[in-house]
């Protein structure tokens, strides 16, 4: 059975950090791509980071640029998003996301991924 487990969400300060982690099991990790999106309330999903397991290439959302970075341990099938200085507007449910195809293109898009974990709350205070 698949499963994408993000874990690491909370509450924090504005200007503080979280590391968000997302546990793969089920697939053959070095074969997918990880991409992390975000929904917050009224709001539209939105891709927030991707990193391309074919050449390690990483993408943003403007949003989030030089703030956010994405990494993953293929020993440990676990991605992870270092997200710094956050903001309120960072405020929203943060998901993980594997795809087969794994190079950067349509990396924004939710149709576009396989697999999808359950989400972890993000709440940044102002």
């Known amino acids: 059975e698949v499963q994408l487990v993000e874990s690491g969400g909370g509450l924090v300060q504005a200007g503080g950090s979280l590391r968000l982690s997302c546990a793969a099991s089920?697939?053959?990790?070095?074969?997918?791509?990880i991409g992390w999106f975000r929904q917050a309330p009224g709001k539209e999903r939105e891709g927030v980071s991707f990193?391309?397991?074919?050449?390690?290439?990483?993408y943003y959302a403007d949003s989030v640029k030089g703030r956010f970075t994405i990494s993953s341990d293929n020993a440990k099938n676990t991605g992870f998003l270092q997200m710094n200085s956050l903001e309120p507007e960072d405020t929203a449910v943060y998901y993980c996301?594997?795809?087969?195809?794994?190079?950067?293109?349509?990396?924004?898009?939710?149709?576009?991924?396989?697999?999808w974990g359950q989400g972890t709350q993000v709440t940044v205070s102002s």
């Open positions: 996301a594997a795809r087969a195809s794994t190079w950067g293109s349509f990396w924004h898009e939710g149709w576009a991924y396989d697999y």
């Open positions: 089920g697939f053959t990790f070095d074969d997918y791509a």
């Open positions: 990193m391309s397991s074919s050449d390690g290439s990483t």
